[in-house]
């Protein structure tokens, strides 16, 4: 019967009618024969099998083969009776020891095929297989393969044992004998490297052979198991492109993700697939829509066409979407940069709805699709922090770090979830890889959350790890730490060390991440920013407007003076200066000014220009540092000044005391027309804050030209009287250690000229004469024409780079003549010092006298100002000219002068003892 064409199906059905009334009256044989021979033509006829009294099944003494002809037939039909199917699994299991080869598979297959739990039955069936696997023939072998993928049962000796013999026999393996066999494997995640390179091999010289349905799951499966064969690809590529036209949608769909993920370079291929799914996207179900857009990301193939096709298919059946699917769709548009509104909208509706079904992967691809779309959907992120809150014992390194990073990304803090994260973070750090450690850092920091457990456990993590670090990584640590202010020493010198063994790969955005890291943290690590200095200039065409504005700060912060560098960022900045905003514009000339870099006049007119259409956006401190910047650098503009001052009006009740101070001070020393409006409001405004105004900015307001002048001294001349006071009578350590608090708390580096004018008539001190400024003024501008290492990048000069030569934000010089009587020929000599610089022949920090860190700034100490040095040397020469003998005392005096910003102080003092403190130093701090 089986034999008749298929075109007599209704005679079959008719003859079918009247053999289900004859059932009872067959034997055993002839049932099976029966069954058999409609399920072989897939002819569905329920009422046959129906009439099959399942107590008939041991009455009749059904043989092996009827018994396996019997659970063929009702998986060929997917025809599930489930008294007869347990009728037939007890008998057999009953009669196993009779069963042949293809018996065993036939009967285990079928029971896959429908479902059907029998665990005895089918245990003892694998048992006689494994036993007598070497009797087994490719088909066997193949169905017995599919049943335990089927039941997801991973029997490893049993898989082993027909992979062996699969190997054995593999030129008798038929397309869909291979197809199967790898789609077992694939789908137990079973790597039988022997097995997959024997049925390549085979499938490769019979792919021309190969059904469409084979060729899809073959495909599949390699890709499942990432089973990389150049030739197996390549011929599964080629026949599908041959029987493209015979693809079904989810035939496409499943193909395309294949070559996703086997990660194939054939274009042409990936083309015809894209061209060939989108005629056929309406016929796709959501799975298939979720598979096609991950793809299509996997593939990095922004098709913008079909990704807005799959789209609008996928907002008319979103319900019908897995919560998985919903996040891998929107992860792929993401991953793309494909913001499709609708979309978003509809898997935000969607998500809300469902929230409680998603996984913690769901939710962490949903929280980081939103992220990097930019979509800050307030409801969702809330949903998904609710539902991570309560699932957060599962989240893995990957969860933790992605969403912290997205949740960051978003600017939306949400306290329990951070918290919650931050204790599972401590709990698996030890199994974070470096991306992982450095989004949880940056994202903590990015939201201001400053965990300190969290963080010191980072540290100690990160620092035995930095070579697994990419130079994003290592800049993103770096700016995390100095974001919080964390001053993690053994962190950043390992940072340091490691950034500069990777610096040849650093991009402009690591670069300026780290030398602003640097800035924040007040490190000044001249190596690495040497290093940085050199990478940047090669790269500076890269640079974009806000890394410039960002590095050019850092470096002035730093008081790093490298002259190419500067170069090369103010030519950069003036060919990007109007994608700059008006704290960048600022900024910029803030840095510029600070570094004494007042030559870069075209760089200030296009700041200049810049600025004046957005000078209503300036604060207050962007108005302040403009004014100071120009000034500073004697940038004699009168329409940005005119502009700017008009602005300082209207903002000048939001002006904090030392903005007031700069702006006093840079509009008196602006040589055009006096702008006494502006002036006379500056005048009001101190007055009417003069009791909140720190000395530092008295000092700085008592040299400007306003009318309230004669208060401000008023108001400073206290302050300075007591600075004279607080001075040590006796040099004990108690008296340092007040003296030095009292500095830090009055917070002041120098009183202006004024008022160190005052501190200096209190202490007794008077002018030199004018023979002595003379000689002074010559030695200074002798030695400001002659110095100059600044630039060196290598070799000795380096060496004085590091020990502070670049520490210059203004040059500063002092000159001091000194004459000392001790024992043997008075000791005479004169020298000259420059701020930052230091000779070859004596490191100041060597010096007997005290270094003190100055109370505005604790980035450097006084070793390399020039007063400083100044007195270092001459008592270097002193203990020297008296041999290996300790001195005692000496007597003599010092004349000494200094020149800061065209300006000129000079004194003359009688010093005795020989161990000093740098107070003297501090007291002829002037502006």
């Not at 099976?32 to 399942?54: R, T």
């Not at 066999?181 to 190969?210: C, K, M, P, R, Y």
């Not at 994608?579 to 000014?593: C, E, I, K, Y």
């Not at 604060?619 to 502009?643: E, H, K, P, V």
Request: glycine letters at 4%.
């Amino acid at each position: 019967m089986a034999k008749l064409r298929r075109t007599e199906e209704p005679l079959l059905r008719i003859i079918s009618i009247k053999a289900a009334d004859v059932i009872p009256d067959c034997d055993q044989q002839e049932i099976s024969n029966l069954v058999w021979s409609y399920a072989k033509m897939s002819i569905k006829n329920e009422n046959l099998l129906a009439a099959i009294e399942p107590s008939s099944i041991a009455s009749n003494s059904f043989n092996a083969q009827g018994l396996s002809n019997l659970a063929w037939s009702c998986a060929k039909i997917l025809y599930r009776p489930t008294p007869l199917l347990q009728a037939i699994s007890d008998e057999a299991l009953h009669r196993l020891d009779t069963f042949t080869e293809q018996n065993l598979a036939n009967t285990a297959w079928a029971m896959a095929k429908l479902q059907w739990s029998h665990p005895p039955l089918f245990s003892a069936i694998s048992e006689l297989v494994l036993r007598n696997i070497q009797e087994f023939f490719p088909q066997a072998l193949a169905n017995m393969a599919w049943s335990l993928a089927t039941y997801l049962m991973r029997d490893i000796p049993l898989l082993d044992a027909i992979a062996a013999k699969s190997v054995d026999i593999m030129p008798q393996f038929n397309p869909q004998n291979m197809s199967n066999t790898l789609w077992s494997l694939a789908t137990l995640g079973h790597f039988h490297n022997e097995l997959l390179d024997s049925i390549a091999t085979a499938a490769v010289n019979q792919i021309s052979d190969f059904p469409v349905q084979e060729l899809v799951n073959s495909s599949w499966a390699v890709a499942k198991l990432v089973y990389t064969h150049g030739q197996l690809s390549s011929a599964l590529c080629d026949a599908t492109s041959c029987r493209l036209h015979q693809y079904r949608a989810r035939d496409l769909t499943n193909s395309i993700w294949a070559f996703a993920r086997l990660k194939c370079d054939k274009s042409t291929i990936i083309d015809a697939i894209t061209g060939s799914v989108l005629d056929k996207l309406d016929h796709c179900l959501p799975q298939e829509l979720s598979n096609l857009a991950y793809s299509m990301a996997n593939l990095h193939i922004c098709d913008t066409q079909l990704m807005h096709a799959i789209a609008e298919r996928a907002i008319r059946c979103i319900q019908d979407f897995a919560v998985q699917h919903l996040a891998n769709t929107v992860w792929a548009f993401a991953t793309l940069g494909i913001l499709h509104k609708p979309l978003l909208e509809a898997i935000s509706a969607e998500t809300l709805k469902r929230i409680d079904q998603f996984e913690p992967q769901a939710l962490t691809n949903t929280a980081w699709s939103f992220a990097t779309l930019g979509v800050r959907n307030i409801a969702v992120l809330e949903a998904i922090a609710s539902q991570a809150l309560t699932k957060i014992d599962e989240y893995i390194p990957q969860d933790i770090g992605n969403t912290a990073w997205a949740f960051a990304k978003l600017e939306f803090y949400h306290e329990r979830l951070f918290e919650a994260l931050a204790t599972q973070a401590l709990q698996k750090l030890s199994s974070f890889i470096a991306q992982e450690i450095t989004n949880t850092a940056w994202a903590f920091a990015k939201l201001g959350v400053c965990h300190e457990s969290l963080f010191e456990a980072l540290s100690k993590q990160s620092i035995p790890r930095l070579r697994e670090y990419d130079p994003q990584a290592l800049s993103n640590m770096s700016w995390a730490y100095a974001t919080l202010s964390i001053h993690d020493a053994l962190l950043m010198a390992a940072l340091s060390a490691e950034s500069i063994a990777k610096l040849s790969k650093f991009l402009p955005q690591n670069l300026g991440n780290t030398v602003w890291s640097l800035a924040k943290l007040s490190i000044q690590d001249f190596q690495l920013l040497h290093a940085v200095a050199a990478r940047s200039m090669a790269r500076m065409d890269e640079y974009k407007p806000q890394e410039l504005s960002n590095t050019v700060w850092a470096v002035a912060k730093l008081g790093f003076r490298h002259t190419p560098l500067m170069d090369a960022l103010a030519e950069a900045s003036i060919n990007t200066i109007a994608a700059l905003n008006p704290h960048d514009l600022s900024g910029t000339a803030w840095a510029f000014a600070t570094l004494s870099y007042s030559d870069h006049m075209p760089l200030l007119h296009a700041i200049s220009a810049a600025s004046i259409p957005l000078l209503p956006e300036f604060n207050s401190q962007d108005l302040a540092n403009t004014a100071w910047s120009f000034a500073t650098c004697g940038f004699q503009d009168s329409q940005i000044m005119d502009r700017q001052s008009s602005e300082v009006l209207v903002k000048l009740s939001e002006f904090a005391p030392q903005g007031l101070a700069t702006t006093a001070w840079a509009y008196s020393s602006y040589d055009g027309k006096e702008n006494n409006v502006l002036m006379d409001a500056l005048s009001k405004e101190v007055m009417r804050k003069l009791t909140e105004i720190e000395p530092q900015s008295l000092g700085i307001l008592a040299d400007a030209k306003l009318a309230c002048r004669a208060d401000v001294e008023r108001t400073l001349q206290p302050l300075a009287e007591s600075f004279v006071e607080r001075i040590p009578k006796m040099l004990d350590q108690s008296a340092i250690q007040e003296f030095d608090s009292f500095v830090r708390e009055m917070r002041v580096d120098n009183f202006g000229c004024w008022g160190t004018r005052h501190v200096f008539q209190q202490m007794g001190l008077v002018d030199s004469d004018k023979a002595f400024v003379l000689r002074a003024k010559e030695q200074i501008v002798l030695a400001g024409t002659t110095a100059g290492v600044e630039n060196a990048t290598n070799g000795k000069d380096r060496q004085e780079v590091l020990k502070g030569s670049a520490l210059v934000h203004r040059r500063v010089f002092s000159y001091g003549e000194f004459h000392f009587d001790v024992a043997g020929p008075p000791l005479a000599f004169s020298l000259t010092k420059e701020n930052g610089r230091v000779d070859k022949g004596f490191d100041p920090r060597s010096s007997i006298l005290r270094r003190l860190s100055s109370p505005i700034s604790g980035l450097v100490d006084r070793s390399l100002c020039s007063e400083f040095q100044l007195l270092a040397a001459a008592l270097d020469s002193l203990m020297r000219s008296s041999g290996s003998s300790p001195i005692s005392s000496a007597r003599g005096f010092v004349r000494f002068s200094a020149r800061r910003n065209n300006r000129w102080s000079t004194s003359e003092q009688l010093s005795t003892p020989s161990r000093l403190p740098c107070f003297f130093c501090l007291l002829l701090c002037s502006p």
